[in-house]
């Protein structure tokens, strides 16, 4: 037999020790991978790909399985001690990791993920399902804030644009483990992508209207099939033009690979339209100017959302733009994502600043590079009908859900999901940062607690200065009603002996409003009887 040589068998030793140290990261595992689940309010979220490395671009198998008990109810990592919970969805997925510098800047990687009705290695069909009560769909990501310690600047921002945006991302807490390993809190989040229950766009056709939609762009890097930008970007105030530097247009919704010729001619052509009206001279024209190709209340909502975020990406990076066919509608909608820089979690183009508009913060800084604003946001408020428009939807949205006890009683509730069962501890444990810098923050915060106080005075100053620019002012809080007197049943200010007459009125089987009966049970016993009546009596007799 012939014999190997052993400076062979030592090579191959090596390489399969190289493989097999190298499979134990490829799924990039936390710091501490001994952290466990005992019971959480979350959502539990279970990955299991067999070892295999996940993928950024290409797709693997593997399975997923989701326990959720109800809300208000408790999620049980022991599965075994703890039988019969209730499983949200359990199936096939093709997953990959998704985003860009929240996937090459953090350790704590994003995913997205295809429901299927069978393993992959059968073929990719893609199942639509309903996942923790958001609408049927196949496409889903997992987001992993990690740079965003608070975890809850996306939902934050969600929740604030929701009222106003014809679309706004849905998305739900939770703590994953992949293959056994627990990786921390995520947010299963739905993707801005076309569907029933997302965006309703239609397949676009070859000819006449159905040509004309639905398309999902997307402004950002040139990563994939671009359409480039007729138009260079300008400096702030519109003086400059970077001619050396590009804005280019990303296709999102068909996949490009499934685009027919005659759809990316015409989608490219409707945007260099649109583009063209904001270059015109006449841009403010009601009729043949701007206004013509976007809708302007959703660029505005886009805006306002984002800028009270002061998001470093808005405009530039992410910044996702429909259009569906002329039919329904022939102008382009905005459709925000993606805010977890946002809210002054970000050290670099003036993120962490509160009083100027990140949409004048087009020069070329760190990490700006090539990635630079689109001109039609200068153009925008070029036009004094849209700047006064734009004061006038400030106004709506801060006398709504962006009254300050209301956007912290969201701020509030979001957090408190985090932390009332010990998702963040544990999170924590897994990924220990508190104290120490991670890209790109501006406050390195020594706590959870920190980081939420942080962020309730980053919003309260910058509310105030988009207050001052935008030409608001808050209606004082309107003062606490007074404490309700006792004994005075028929709410005049004081206790007499009519009030003993309305009680003993309602003892005798008379009508009263809910009101005057709560305030007739002056013992407070929940029955009204002679007792009440004994009650206002003494009242009336006390000095």
């Not at 999902?216 to 400059?240: C, F, M, Q, R, W």
């Not at 036009?383 to 006038?392: G, K």
């Not at 991670?438 to 005075?457: A, C, G, H, L, T």
């Not at 008379?510 to 009440?532: F, M, P, Q, S, Y």
Request: with cysteine; proline share 5%.
């Amino acid at each position: 037999m012939k014999r190997i040589p052993w400076l062979v068998i030592l090579l191959v030793l090596l390489m399969q020790g190289f493989a097999l140290g190298t499979k134990a990261y490829t799924n990039f595992p936390p710091d501490n991978p001994t952290v466990v689940i005992d019971s959480t309010n979350l959502p539990i979220v279970w990955i299991e790909v067999g070892g295999d490395s996940i993928m950024r671009s290409d797709v693997i198998g593997g399975r997923m399985k989701i326990i959720h008990n109800g809300r208000g109810r408790l999620n049980y990592g022991d599965t075994i001690a703890h039988p019969g919970q209730r499983i949200d969805y359990e199936g096939y997925i093709a997953i990959r990791h998704r985003g860009n510098t929240t996937y090459t800047q953090s350790p704590k990687k994003p995913y997205q993920f295809r429901t299927l009705s069978q393993p992959l290695e059968m073929g990719y069909d893609k199942k639509k399902v309903e996942i923790l009560g958001m609408g049927k769909d196949n496409k889903w990501a997992l987001l992993a804030p990690y740079s965003d310690r608070s975890m809850i600047r996306d939902l934050l921002a969600f929740e604030v644009a929701r009222p106003w945006m014809e679309y706004t991302p849905q998305g739900r807490l939770c703590e994953v483990y992949l293959d056994g390993v627990y990786y921390g809190v995520h947010i299963l989040c739905e993707v801005v992508s076309k569907g029933k229950h997302r965006l309703n766009l239609d397949d676009p056709g070859l000819e006449g209207d159905a040509l004309t939609g639905g398309y999902l762009l997307e402004v950002g890097t040139n990563e994939g099939p671009i359409h480039i930008s007729k138009y260079h970007p300008v400096s702030a105030d519109g003086s400059y033009t970077y001619t050396d530097r590009f804005i280019l247009f990303q296709f999102k919704s068909p996949d490009y690979v499934d685009m027919d010729y005659t759809q990316v001619s015409y989608i490219n052509g409707a945007v260099d339209r649109m583009e063209d009206a904001f270059a015109s001279p006449n841009f403010k024209d009601s009729v043949e100017g701007y206004r013509k190709y976007i809708d302007v209340q959703s660029f505005m909502d886009y805006q306002l959302v984002n800028e009270l975020a002061h998001n470093v990406d808005a405009y530039r990076l992410g910044a996702k733009f429909y259009k569906r066919r002329d039919s329904i509608d022939s102008r382009f909608k905005m459709v925000i994502w993606d805010l977890n820089l946002g809210f002054g979690n970000c050290r670099h183009n003036f993120g962490w600043a509160t009083n100027n508009w990140m949409s004048r913060q087009n020069q070329i800084l760190y990490d700006n590079g090539d990635y630079m604003i689109p001109f039609w946001w200068n153009r925008l408020i070029k036009d004094n009908a849209y700047v006064l428009a734009r004061r006038a939807r400030w106004k709506e949205m801060r006398e709504s859900n962006l009254q300050e006890h209301r956007l912290m009683g969201v701020l509030d509730s979001l957090a408190n999901e985090v932390t009332r069962c010990g998702a963040e501890a544990r999170n924590s444990q897994a990924w220990p940062r508190w104290g120490v810098w991670v890209w790109p923050n501006y406050y390195v915060s020594k706590s959870y607690q920190d980081e939420i106080s942080f962020m309730k005075r980053w919003i309260k100053e910058r509310v105030a200065w988009m207050d001052g620019a935008l030409k608001y002012t808050p209606s004082p809080d309107p003062p606490d009603p007074p404490e309700p007197v006792k004994g005075d049943v028929n709410a005049d200010g004081q206790v007499t002996i009519a009030d003993v007459n309305v009680v003993t009125n309602i003892i005798l089987g008379g009508a009263a409003d809910k009101d005057t009966l709560k305030r007739a049970d002056v013992n407070g016993d929940g029955e009204i009887t002679l007792a009440d009546i004994a009650a206002i009596i003494d009242i009336l007799l006390s000095p």
